[in-house]
Structure formats: C-alpha cells, structure tokens
C-alpha cells in the first residue's frame, strides 16, 4: 500500500501570513487530490492533480504536482481566519479498487489563522 | 442536488455493544465508500462498493465489521462486537465520475462519530 506523509502536522499563523503544506511520497501516483474537512464536517476536494509538473491556482491557494508525480505542495498567499481546517492530499492507488482506484488519504495538516 | 447522507451522527456504547450506521449516496453515483477516520488521522478505507458488489474491502476488519449495499443504493455499516479502538468518525463517500487516471471527486457526507467506552 501507497503511503503519503504530509507536513508540518499543526501550523498556527496570524491572518496575512503565507504558508506551504507538503504532500510526498515514494510512490508515483497517477493523480493527487487535496482537500479539506472543516471540524464535524467531510472532506472537500478543493483540487486534482494530474499532470507532473501542473500547476492549479484557486484564488489564493496554489497547488502544485512533483515532476515525478510523487509529491505535491499547497501554498496559501494571505492566509485567512476562513482558511482553518485539516488539509488532506490523496493519491488514487491504482493497484486497488478497480478502474477508480483508491483513494489514500495523508494524515493531514492542522491549520490554524489567528485574526 | 442532495449530499452524501448518513446517520446517525453521533453514537455512544459499550465495548462488546453492536452498532450500524446508514449512508444514502448522491442520486445516480454507482461507487460508495467507507472511511474510517480515528482523531488526528485522515480518512482509511474500509470498503467500497460499485453499485451492490464489493470492489475492495481489503482493509475491512472481517471479524467483527461488516457492509453492504443492497439493491446498489443505500449502504450500511456494522460493527460487533465493537472495541475501545473502533472509537472514530465513519465517512461514507459517493462518487459519480469514474476515471482511469483516479481523478473524480468523492463527496463525503458528514460523517457518524462512534465513542466506545
């Protein structure tokens, strides 16, 4: 089974503060997904991932896909009070669960913005 | 267009108890999933269904869970006899758009909070 660390676990900033969260593994994944579960609440995707090397803005968050589909980084410009939540990435495991594949999910990273 | 609906959300019992738990997907989405989220962790995988058989469930602890999806719809969870260790979030997921590349959007629902004392 395809494993993904995610880095800082816990990340506590004031409002107005940039910040990058890292998604890496040692195993190639054919897409990566981020997204994000506010508390009580599910997942929800924010982004997918295909390509090596793509790159996808969504206002002021940023993603981006290793070169060799191994890694993947979000970084957020300006951060907001309205950006806290666990942030996940998860890459789809090709070698379970049929043409959809499964999804692994990384432990997340805790983000908390300070007003 | 409606979520991923589940039920209950919150449950409390004792060790050795039984507990079920029912998801109703988004109209239309063929696969369910089953997510085992314990605090501080992201979601694992228990299960999934396409439409009412199992896909993988690999990851399913056979001795004492259980799922299934009758009819290809609506889905239930079981755990028995329950342990302080299945203390978790369980996330039921649909997804509608299948993809070689793994690339189509789960939608959660909210979740049921399972505490085992």
């Known amino acids: 089974t395809q494993l993904l660390e995610q880095s800082p676990q816990f990340l506590s900033i004031q409002e107005g503060e940039n910040l990058t969260v890292y998604c890496n593994s040692s195993?190639?994944?054919?897409?990566l997904q981020w997204y994000r579960q506010e508390p009580g609440e599910g997942p929800v995707l924010l982004v997918t991932?295909?390509?090596?090397?793509e790159v996808k803005k969504l206002k002021r968050l940023t993603f981006q896909f290793g070169d060799a589909r191994k890694d993947s980084s979000l970084h957020i410009t300006a951060a907001q009070p309205g950006d806290t939540g666990l942030y996940l990435c998860?890459?789809?495991?090709?070698?379970?669960?049929?043409?959809?594949?499964?999804?692994?999910f990384g432990k997340g990273t805790k983000l908390s913005v300070k007003p | 267009e409606a979520g991923v609906a589940q039920s209950p959300r919150y449950k409390i019992i004792e060790k050795r108890q039984s507990v079920a738990f029912w998801c109703n997907p988004i109209?239309?989405?063929?696969?369910l999933y089953w997510y085992q989220q314990i605090l501080g962790q992201g979601p694992k995988l228990l299960i999934q269904?396409?439409?009412?058989?199992?896909?993988?469930d690999s990851q399913l602890p056979k001795d004492r869970f259980s799922a299934e999806r009758l009819k290809g719809v609506d889905s239930t969870l079981k755990i028995q006899p329950a342990k302080l260790e299945d203390s978790a979030v369980y996330l039921c997921?649909?997804?509608?758009?299948?993809?070689?590349?793994?690339?189509?959007?789960?939608?959660f629902g909210e979740g049921s909070r399972l505490t085992v004392l």
């Open positions: 997921a649909s997804i509608a758009f299948v993809s070689s590349a793994g690339d189509g959007e789960l939608f």
């Open positions: 991932v295909v390509t090596g090397g």
């Open positions: 998860a890459g789809a495991d090709l070698n379970y669960g049929g043409s959809q594949g499964n999804l692994i």
């Open positions: 109209s239309g989405h063929a696969t």
């Open positions: 269904f396409q439409n009412n058989g199992v896909v993988d």
């Open positions: 195993s190639v994944f054919s897409s």
